[in-house]
Nanobody, 116 residues
């Protein structure tokens, strides 16, 4: 059974930075795509960033382009989300996701709170 564990969330002031990590219980080469999503209370979960297995193809929500960077370390079975120039509207629970052609997997989430 695949398990994804996120870490790195916390409280940061506007303009600050955080780096989120997502560690898989197995090889992330199993997944053709991994990504980060976020959800605020009462809101739909939205895509933040994705990265394809080869590591060269990424996709970002318009709201985070130029501020967030997704990357992966296959040897450590880890995907990262570097978040710079954080804004209060970035406040949400951030979830790691992994996709095979047959199944989708989700982590339990990590809280990111950005204060003014």
């Amino acid at each position: 059974q695949v398990q994804l564990v996120e870490s790195g969330g916390g409280l940061v002031q506007a303009g600050g930075s955080l780096r989120l990590s997502c560690v898989s219980s197995g090889s992330i080469l199993t997944f053709y795509r991994m990504g980060w999503y976020r959800q605020a209370p009462g809101k739909q979960r939205e895509l933040v960033a994705t990265i394809i297995s080869g590591g060269g193809s990424t996709n970002y929500a318009d709201s985070v382009k130029g501020r967030f960077t997704i990357s992966r370390d296959n040897a450590k079975n880890t995907v990262y989300l570097q978040m710079n120039s954080l804004k209060p509207e970035d406040t949400a629970v951030y979830y790691c996701a992994a996709n095979t052609f047959a199944s989708d997997y989700w982590g339990q989430g990590t809280q990111v709170t950005v204060s003014s």
